[in-house]
């Protein structure tokens, strides 16, 4: 089945940077929108970016833009998310998510099909 697989959270300082990784494995990766979303505990999951894998603006939650920046290699069927500037707030479990699609992404987690296991960051202020 399909496999949504992150990686590169970690601890880092409150100013610093981390870059996670989603690989899709059994999926068709073009024409799909791939997102990042977030959940810290006692919280709700929220949305943090997206694209379309098949091209067009990337979405931004309002509190991360300007410092994060979501990526993608089509090739590599992999998605990136560039964390900078990280702050202690941006502290949570991070999933990847996708849903094969003709251009339309959404906002709604409950939107999307496949979720990969999570990847911790925490931000030391």
């Known amino acids: 089945q399909v496999q949504l697989v992150e990686s590169g959270g970690g601890s880092v300082q409150a100013g610093g940077s981390l870059r996670l990784s989603c690989v899709a494995s059994?999926?068709?990766?073009?024409?799909?929108?791939m997102g990042w979303f977030r959940q810290a505990p006692g919280k709700e999951r929220e949305g943090v970016a997206r694209?379309?894998?098949?091209?067009?603006?990337?979405y931004y939650a309002y509190s991360v833009k300007g410092r994060f920046t979501i990526s993608q290699d089509n090739a590599k069927k992999t998605l990136y998310l560039q964390m900078n500037s990280l702050k202690a707030e941006d502290t949570s479990m991070y999933y990847c998510a996708a849903k094969p699609s003709g251009g339309y992404c959404s906002t709604v987690d409950g939107w999307y099909n496949y979720w990969g296991q999570g990847t911790q960051v925490t931000v030391a202020s």
């Open positions: 694209i379309y894998t098949g091209g067009g603006i990337p």
């Open positions: 059994r999926y068709t990766y073009s024409s799909s929108c």
